[in-house]
């Protein structure tokens, strides 16, 4: 059986980690992590606070998009107070730790679609979210917020089903969310450090796109661009060589593979 019930102490007893995780504000249930964490870093909480909720009510997508996290869903926000160089790199840092955490934890191999989701086996296990408060090239703060599915059955959620997947339905059994969220934690604080020590996260964020080499449709606002992925920039923003052989820089847009275009009956993150 596995424990799957979350509480302060039992995300906090032992954590090997030092900046990620020192303070933890945990709610049963919440609007939204993305809300709580952003009033705690504008009073300056201690970076590396970590605001999680067991189910989230309202919870915020890319784009003004609902994010669904009923009970078995993974669903925090980190504060972080980096300095400008780092801040393109967050979202690097924050699909990566997820992707090694779903490996420690489950097995399960994973895959980063440009610029933010996880995936498995092309389905979407996990969506990242950044926000921050930049002010004449000074940072803030920085908020990273992460949703997984974790354990709950898509069938359950038919808004939802024909394109995201949960780890219990990959893998036929339910996962430790306790587990994954420690090794999130974890992972992310490496990373952190390996940014802050000056080394480069940028490779292996790389490896981990399923999106290069892929004919792609990348939607940003009104604009629609068309496309193969050729590469990403150091900076995140992806190269994207057009039918007339130039080649495109993209900061941030909804990418869809074009041979897997399935739509959402409505408005709303794969959650
Ligand atoms: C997306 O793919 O659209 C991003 C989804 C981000 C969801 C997470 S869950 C934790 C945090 N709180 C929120 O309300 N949203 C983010």
């Known amino acids: 059986m596995v424990e799957n019930s979350l509480s302060l102490t039992s995300i906090t007893n032992n ?14 249930s919440l609007a939204s992590t993305m809300e709580v964490a952003k009033q705690e870093a504008q009073r300056g909480t201690v970076e590396g606070t970590v605001v999680i909720a067991d189910e989230q009510t309202g919870g915020k997508g890319r784009l003004r998009r609902v994010w669904l996290s009923p009970k078995g869903s993974l669903a925090l926000s980190i504060i972080l107070y980096p300095s400008m160089v780092y801040l393109p790199s967050l979202i690097m840092l924050a699909s990566l730790a997820v992707v090694r955490s779903i490996e420690v934890v489950t097995g399960l191999k ?6 933010n989701d996880v995936l498995i086996n092309g389905r979407k296990v996990c969506g990242i979210l950044t926000e921050s408060e ?44 306790l587990d994954m969220i420690r090794h999130l934690l974890i992972e992310i604080e490496r990373l952190y450090l390996t940014l802050q020590a000056g080394g480069s996260i940028y490779e292996e964020w790389r490896d981990s796109l399923v999106t290069l080499g892929k004919r792609v449709h990348v939607k940003w606002g009104e604009t629609i661009y068309e496309g193969i992925a ?6 995140g923003s992806l190269l994207l060589r057009r039918s007339d052989g130039s080649l495109t820089k993209i900061v941030a847009g909804d990418v869809t593979l074009r041979n897997q275009a399935r739509t959402l009956p409505q408005e709303q993150a794969e959650g």
């Open 110 to 115: 994973s895959q980063v679609k440009w610029p």
């Open 15 to 28: 954590l090997e980690t030092h900046i990620i995780g020192r303070r933890v504000i945990y709610y049963p």
């Open 230 to 235: 050729e590469s990403v920039a150091r900076d």
């Open 134 to 177: 930049v002010r004449k090239n000074i940072v803030g703060y920085a908020i990273i917020g992460i949703g997984v599915n974790v354990n709950f059955r898509l069938c359950d959620f038919p808004e939802i089903s024909p394109i995201a997947t949960s780890l219990s339905d990959e893998l036929g059994r339910e996962v430790s969310r």
